[in-house]
């Protein structure tokens, strides 16, 4: 028989726990700390959640649900049996009409870097996209472009946060090939750590709490914090073995009943209602003050004061709004609100049609004859005795007639007033029937760029928004040495630094390859020229390389210029249609003489995304070999290692060798 409180009942053993969960000892500054950050975040909440007339009356939660239900074409369930619950999806339909509008755009970033004196220096900016761009493949960013460009259409507001993202991989590798037999299986285990590099997580709004409500500018705001709630041991593996984990509690203490109230310093409070065996993340960003704390369950985890860990004083968050409903209000008016009023109204209009239509087929009948009829009487084929003609009649005459002309123009006129303040169906690829007009055409172009303009502005701010935490993060944490090689020259020890090839158009010889190498010993001008010729000549590809010292770089107090220049995808089909265009106007007879063949080949090929060098054929001015040097057969690689005896030659050995060792 059970003795324990414990074996007896579950409830029993968590009212235990309760009792016994243990408080920290705060001091006196953590106390008064505590007291002003609860106060806080109370006040963040309760604002948030009270009726805003910018959410149509509606707290913040109710509007970020009403928005979600609309996007995801929700179907509420029947009030009565005979009711139609149709939705048509068009606000869906309309959304990922933009989406795909959105998706054939280049939103990168150009980037320059100034030094103190305002010049620029060269090829770091270009040095600092192409590190972008490989952090960007490495991070999946294409899809998670789509879903934050989806959140800001979706609910008028997309909160984003830049971290620096080490994972942790188990590489678990066999010491023999498994034979069927469990007890043969055996392997190693080994965590590995992947090199680190910046990644963007959408952050749901209603995670977010804003300082104030009525700042709209999110780099503005007093102070910002967000909270998640995860499995108690989910999150135990995170924080664990932090020094205050011990003072988190799965549950709320139990409190006498005349002391109602809760604060942190009593280890029994919540700023949301979370389940049993349930943690309550806080992380809270004070700009202004450089400080960042962490709270789990109540329990303060930071010391007073910590300054943000991601090395740079902004947030780590980022908030953009799609529409702005005004200069004093911090979330901005969601695609789905703007057009789901009309929606709703062609939806009701079509429920009533299909109520109509059915009425039609199955009308009210008025029985006069005195006997107990059932439907099965209207069925076809139906033999019936004793029924006198014009004793069952419909009720009305009206009944069969169906939905008249009339109410089909009014849902017309409903769809197209949507299409008037959305996009017309032709923008989506669909087609309105009939023949189209040159005029209408015109007329839809001009539409379409109206309504992707204030879409097209708000989705590049917000990548722009992005990519600088981005160029802060890497700044702070990419130069940083990944491991010690030897250096096969010298002898000795040297840092590793990680190298980048992204692929990108080089000049003159169309998509290639080009590589940022950090390296403390930068190399002469004409060393760097002469390997990239040997890679290009060992690889086939274009190559460019750009070296970095990355001592000057983080030392350095460089001057960033980030500019969003949307524009086509290079190879879409508007851009080969450009390119004809432009072709067809570089044929007047006044330049035509004029014009460079090679810049028109290069230009062609990387519309096509094809490698000039092999698409065309070779021409008289090709630079003759040095001498010194031999020529390049088809299809022959040169090693440098053979064909460079010159000082450069020398140097350009090293920079392979640093290359290779990183």
Known sequence: MPTSTESKSPILADRKEAEQVKVPEYSQDERDYLAGLQLRLERARNVRESPHEEFDGMSYTEWFTSNERGANTYVPPKKNREDTNFVSGTIRDKLFALLAALRNLELSGDISAFDENEIEVAHLGNAME?????????????????????????????????????????????????????????????????????????IPGINVYLGSIAVYEGTKQPFIFTVDVKPYEETKATYGSWERWDYVSKNLKQIAPENTSQSMLSNNWRLTEIAHNQCEIIKYQDKWNNEFAVIINGVLMTPVGLPFPWGFNEYSITQQNFEPFHNVFAYGNSFVRRIKNNVALLDEMIRMAILKTQKSFAPTWLNISGRVLTRKIFMPGTILHGIAPGTVVPLSDKDSQGVTNSELAMIQELRQNINTITTDPTFSGKSTGGQTTATEIIELQRQARMILGLTIFAAGLMQYKIEWNTIFLILKKWFEPQDEVVDPIRNILKDKYRTVSVSRPIANKGMGRRMIVPTKTIPPAEAIAKTEEQLTQETGTPTKLIFLNPEEIKNAKYIWQLVIRPKEKKTSETQKLLFRAMMQDAMNPLFIQDLNKEELENEFALTWEKDPTKLFKPGQNQMMPQPGQNPAQPGQAISPRVNLPTPQGAASQQINNTLRTG
């Open 130 to 202: 192409d590190i972008i761009m490989k952090c960007k493949e490495l991070d999946g960013d294409e899809e998670k472009r789509l879903m934050r460009e989806y959140e800001l259409l979706k609910q008028g507001t997309c909160f984003t946060e830049t971290v620096w993202n080490e994972e942790e991989i188990q590489e678990k590798v066999m010491q023999s090939e498994f034979n069927g037999k469990i007890a043969d299986a055996k392997w190693t285990n080994k965590i590995k750590k992947a090199l680190g590099r910046p990644s963007v997580n959408i």
